[in-house]
């Protein structure tokens, strides 16, 4: 069979039944597919069920349909190459469970009016590169010192670690690529074990923030030209590439992956992106590709 429907349960649960499992193959029926019997990634927590037949959008369709009260994830994709070589993420509310200019901001008594200009951005109302100009410039003159308490506050979403730490097990490159400050991406990179980070640079004079980001600023276009630039220097074209973000800035490295996944989205992002995680935690993106859990790594 070449294609795959993955379902998943939300985080932390065992949620996914046998009985779902068996009404999502019904509905593949239905829409004119061929399924084989359930193979468990994890019991209770992710399943595939191979098929053949319509294309995945239209089988992802006929199974949301029959599952919509269900709080499931699921995709449908080909067989064919779905283990990703390489990972290209996003790192704030990605990877990690912060926006850290809204957490400069509120430290140094901007938040509100900051975290109102970073909602809009990332909902795609404003230009990344103006807008992130426009939040830095509100704190200029703070002291340095700041930097070091917003790193205190940094978390990583569930699954980043096991995310990066199993596919680049088997081979795969790790990248953060963020329109965040590279003093963080290098913190995140070295907790997650990604194997490099792109990020913009925070100017410092005289210990103090100056209200300026190092030029060019990584945004939109700079995210979707890192993935094909990383995966032309290992030989691998885009479709080998799994991508995740969840911000209007990350919707062109989403669409040039050959899975891009929205994690958790804005709903501009979750309605453009081909695949959506909106239940799971990061390891959802380990069983997209087929990982069991038995070969997670942390």
């Known amino acids: 069979m070449d294609q795959v ?8 649960s065992s949620a996914l039944t046998e009985a ?7 509905a593949l029926t239905e829409a004119g597919a061929r399924p084989g019997p359930a193979d468990w990634l994890d019991p209770g927590a992710a399943c595939d069920v191979p098929f053949t037949g319509p294309p995945g959008n239209t089988a992802e369709a006929a199974v949301r349909g029959r599952l919509a009260d269900a709080p499931l994830d699921f995709a449908a994709q080909a067989v064919t190459g779905r283990r990703r070589m390489l990972l290209i993420a996003d790192m704030e509310s990605t990877i ?19 975290a109102e200009i970073t909602a809009r951005s990332m909902a795609g109302e404003l230009d990344f590169a103006a807008s992130l100009r426009e939040r830095v410039a509100l704190i200029a003159g703070q002291s340095a010192a700041i930097l070091d308490q917003v790193e205190g506050r940094i978390t990583l979403n569930p699954g980043a670690r096991e995310l990066v730490q199993t596919m680049r097990a088997q081979g795969a490159y790790a990248a953060l690529v963020s329109g965040g400050f590279t003093r963080f991406t290098e913190r995140v990179r070295e907790t997650c074990g990604f194997d490099e980070a792109r990020g913009n ?6 210990g103090r923030l100056t209200g300026r980001v190092g030029e060019p600023i990584l945004g939109r276009e700079a995210k979707a030209a890192a993935l094909k630039d990383l995966a032309r220097q ?12 969840d911000g209007a800035n990350d919707l062109e490295m989403l669409g040039a ?8 989205a804005k709903p501009i992002v979750r309605d453009a992106a081909r695949f959506r995680i909106d239940h799971g935690d990061l390891t959802a993106l380990l069983f997209l590709q087929g990982y069991r859990r038995s070969e997670f790594r942390d």
């Open 5 to 12: 429907l993955t379902l998943i349960a939300p985080a932390g």
């Open 234 to 245: 290992r030989g691998l074209t885009p479709a080998q590439a799994c991508a995740v973000g």
């Open 257 to 264: 992956a050959g899975l891009g996944v929205a994690y958790r």
């Open 20 to 26: 779902m499992a068996a009404a999502a193959a019904i």
């Open 96 to 114: 990690i469970g912060q926006e850290l200019i809204d957490e400069l901001a509120e430290i140094a008594g901007v938040g509100s009016r900051i």
């Open 201 to 206: 640079t925070l100017t410092v004079a005289d």
